[in-house]
């Protein structure tokens, strides 16, 4: 496929529309077109259901979301909710979903984390032809391995993720822990048009150097360097903006987990919890080898983190994320113990220094990487080296991989067996979340110094350095991109290919 052919399968989609296209990004108020009000409205926000087991029905179609009171948009969703319905199923447990799709394009699903056939995992043009407006695919695949994982569109993802087609999935071990209380919160960003929007920067630079430069500059770092991120004016948790978001109920003494995921286009979150400390237990749903205390996690587009806490403190407590002004936006809720009420006032976040989990923590020799190791690729002997580059003032859209775009990058060739490493080098202003499918990888180093997380998505911020290793055990064409869709609408991907 030549790039203007995948560019127009996964950008505008206007050629290969099947139908009209509903107007805008999420940005369809109430009274704003006769359109929005003969859409279907989903259900509310306490009767999301929870599908288990069995043959799983989606159906993608249009639909009036309430964000809050008074704030309706035409969102695209599963089943008439975003987020989609979560998919609860056990490790090794056979699934089988049938997508329908009534949305007036083209669609598929990419099932974000687990490790299925290739054959089953979304990607247009790659593993599947996509499925027309009318149509339907079955997929069928092995869940594994077990964590917080979730499902998303990955066919004009600038358009269809930003609407809302995407939802948790959830595996769990046969073994797994027991909690009394357990939530999981998808964090995402909109804009409705309804107020002045802003950027808060959280999509730029990454790492420790974007935290520092993003603060100084008062978060326009990313615009200032040529990186075109979209502006939000609503903040939602689990599809809900505050005051609509749900709260969270507990009872004291309760051993509570949250599993976290990002399901932002571009904006990383750092979310707080007052008045407890959270132990950090798992990472895009892999547990990690010493669990760490915390008082706010930090994650980038489509990462997850599992945390736990022992509710101890009555009260009614925020969580709210702390970036810019997205807990004014809406990015807020409360955890609300047995006994209090929701209208009292909630206690705020505590005016200290917090402890801020993320693994970019661990860098400390930012740096002092060499420049000539990471600059070309090393072969096709399970050893690659790619510098990420792109969106410069003169060429703001284009982002490539070892100086190509897809689909002209070079492919990262594998034999069945190898264990594979990669160095991935950030020269451009912006972070990237690199995601692999098909695959778990190990984040052997970051800017030098050693890790030990199982992840599948490594954000690299600006001037980073990252060692991840994989095995190669899961044969067939898998995606290696960035999950910002604009990122990888403007080429940077690479395949990972079999032999």
């Known amino acids: 496929m030549d790039r203007r052919t995948f560019l127009k399968s996964l950008g505008a989609v206007g050629a290969l529309s099947l139908g009209g296209i509903l107007t805008g990004c999420k940005d369809q108020l109430t009274g704003a077109s006769t359109s929005l009000e003969q859409l279907p409205s989903g259900?509310?926000?306490?009767?999301?259901?929870?599908?288990?087991?069995?043959?799983?029905?989606?159906?993608?179609?249009?639909?009036?979301?309430?964000?809050?009171?008074?704030?309706?948009?035409?969102?695209?969703?599963?089943?008439?909710?975003?987020?989609?319905?979560?998919?609860?199923?056990?490790?090794?447990?056979?699934v089988r979903?049938?997508?329908?799709?009534?949305?007036?394009?083209?669609?598929?699903?990419?099932?974000?984390?687990?490790?299925?056939?290739?054959?089953?995992?979304?990607?247009?043009?790659?593993?599947?032809?996509?499925?027309?407006?009318?149509?339907?695919?079955?997929?069928?695949?092995?869940?594994?391995?077990?964590?917080?994982?979730?499902?998303?569109?990955?066919?004009?993802?600038?358009?269809?993720?930003?609407?809302?087609?995407?939802?948790?999935?959830?595996?769990?071990?046969?073994?797994?822990?027991?909690?009394?209380?357990?939530f999981t919160l998808a964090l995402d960003d909109w804009n409705t048009g309804a107020s002045p929007s802003v950027s808060s920067g959280n999509s730029g630079m990454g790492g420790m150097m974007g935290e520092m430069m993003s603060h100084m500059m008062g978060g326009q770092m990313g615009n200032m360097m040529g990186g075109q991120?979209?502006?939000?004016?609503?903040?939602?948790?689990?599809?809900?903006?505050?005051?609509?978001?749900?709260?969270?109920?507990?009872?004291?003494?309760?051993?509570?987990?949250?599993?976290?995921?990002?399901?932002?286009?571009?904006e990383t979150h750092t979310i707080h919890l007052a008045g407890h400390a959270l132990k950090v237990t798992h990472t895009d749903g892999n547990a990690l080898a010493n669990p760490e205390e915390a008082d706010a996690v930090r994650l980038a587009p489509a990462e997850r983190v599992?945390?736990?806490?022992?509710?101890?403190?009555?009260?009614?407590?925020?969580?709210?994320?702390?970036?810019?002004?997205?807990a004014q936006r809406g990015m807020k809720t409360v955890l609300q113990y047995e006994g209090f009420s929701k209208s009292a006032r909630s206690r705020p976040a505590m005016d200290r220094a917090?402890?801020?989990?993320?693994?970019?923590?661990?860098?400390?020799?930012?740096?002092?990487?060499?420049?000539?190791?990471?600059?070309?690729?090393?072969?096709?002997?399970?050893?690659?080296?790619?510098?990420l580059s792109g969106g410069m003032m003169m060429n703001p859209d284009v982002w490539t991989i070892n100086g190509r775009t897809y689909p002209n990058t070079e492919p990262l060739w594998v034999k069945q067996g190898d264990r594979v490493r990669v160095k991935l080098f950030n020269m451009s202003m912006e972070s990237h979340p690199m995601h692999l499918h098909g695959h778990t990888f190990r984040v052997?180093?970051?800017?030098?110094?050693?890790?030990?997380?199982?992840?599948?998505?490594?954000?690299?911020?600006?001037?980073?350095?990252?060692?991840?290793?994989?095995?190669?055990?899961?044969?067939?064409?898998?995606?290696?991109?960035?999950?910002?869709?604009?990122?990888m609408e403007g080429g940077m991907i690479s395949l990972v290919k079999y032999r």
């Open 354 to 387: 917090l402890r801020v989990w993320s693994y970019a923590n661990q860098s400390q020799g930012m740096m002092s990487m060499n420049m000539s190791s990471v600059m070309t690729l090393v072969g096709a002997d399970g050893k690659f080296s790619l510098t």
């Open 97 to 182: 979903v049938v997508l329908t799709n009534e949305l007036p394009e083209l669609t598929t699903i990419h099932w974000h984390g687990i490790n299925v056939p290739n054959a089953m995992d979304g990607v247009p043009f790659v593993t599947q032809e996509p499925v027309p407006s009318g149509g339907q695919f079955i997929y069928e695949f092995i869940a594994k391995p077990a964590g917080t994982r979730w499902y998303h569109t990955h066919f004009n993802e600038k358009d269809q993720l930003e609407k809302g087609l995407y939802a948790p999935f959830i595996i769990e071990p046969s073994n797994s822990q027991q909690y009394d209380r357990e």
């Open 43 to 94: 259900p509310p926000a306490d009767g999301i259901p929870k599908l288990t087991h069995g043959e799983i029905q989606l159906v993608a179609r249009p639909t009036r979301w309430e964000l809050a009171p008074g704030k309706v948009v035409t969102a695209w969703g599963y089943n008439g909710q975003v987020p989609g319905p979560e998919i609860r199923v056990r490790e090794r447990e056979q």
């Open 444 to 487: 052997l180093s970051i800017n030098g110094q050693p890790s030990e997380l199982l992840k599948d998505t490594v954000n690299v911020g600006h001037m980073e350095t990252v060692e991840i290793e994989f095995d190669a055990d899961n044969p067939g064409n898998w995606f290696f991109h960035c999950h910002k869709p604009m990122h």
């Open 229 to 266: 991120t979209p502006n939000y004016d609503t903040y939602t948790i689990s599809g809900k903006a505050w005051p609509a978001t749900q709260p969270l109920l507990v009872h004291k003494g309760e051993r509570v987990k949250l599993r976290l995921i990002n399901a932002s286009a571009t």
């Open 306 to 326: 599992d945390v736990k806490f022992f509710a101890d403190n009555p009260d009614i407590w925020e969580l709210r994320c702390l970036d810019g002004d997205h």
